[in-house]
Nanobody, 124 residues
Framework: QVQLVESGGGLVQAGGSLRLSCAAS????????MAWFRQTPGKEREFVAA????????NIADSVKGRFTISRDNAENTMTLQMTSLKPEDTAVYYC?????????????????WGQGTQVSVSS
């Protein structure tokens, strides 16, 4: 089993920035893809960004491209989402996810492990 713990959520004004972190522990794999998804009440989980093991390949949703940056530190088993120019529509619970196999995908079904989520709220 892999345990994922997100941190860094909070309340911020529109135009502000937040930095989310995801710490992975437990079973380790030779390589795995990590990703961020987000969800608001009544809506399906939405892909935000994903990053391959090497960090050299990323996949960023169009809705956040140019504003959000994903990165990872394999030595520390952590992943970060730097969010800038935040908008009220970015308000959601943000989830960290791990896929044991595969490229950085936007498909939630590819991911095997999920964190509990961290709330991000952006006020207008």
């Amino acid at each position: 089993q892999v345990q994922l713990v997100e941190s860094g959520g909070g309340l911020v004004q529109a135009g502000g920035s937040l930095r989310l972190s995801c710490a992975a522990s437990g079973r380790t794999f030779s390589s795995y893809t990590m990703a961020w998804f987000r969800q608001t009440p009544g809506k399906e989980r939405e892909f935000v960004a994903a990053i391959a093991w090497s960090g050299g390949r990323t996949n960023i949703a169009d809705s956040v491209k140019g504003r959000f940056t994903i990165s990872r530190d394999n030595a520390e088993n952590t992943m970060t989402l730097q969010m800038t120019s935040l908008k009220p529509e970015d308000t959601a619970v943000y989830y960290c996810a791990v896929a044991v196999f595969g490229l950085p995908s936007a498909v939630s079904g590819q991911y095997d492990y999920w964190g509990q989520g961290t709330q991000v709220s952006v006020s207008s």
